[in-house]
């Protein structure tokens, strides 16, 4: 599943990024890795946008960003 499935509130493990360049640096700088956890805090009307939650650190996410990333859902 796609992270851009999930709904706010949601945690998730991260299994693959479909990225490469300057994106794949970009989520690597703000800890948006392979087995990083997240948390869906929340997305805008339409789904446009997200808000995540990486290791203490709220990302916003383009819902095309959001596409290019696998997730399976975290225990608990």
Sequence with gaps: MRLDSLNRGDRAIIKKIDATGSLKQRLASFGVGKGAELTVENYSIGRKTYEII??????????????????????G
């Design 54 to 75: 990486v290791d203490g650190t709220m990302i916003a996410l383009r819902d095309e960003e959001a596409k290019k990333i696998e997730v399976g859902r975290a225990d």
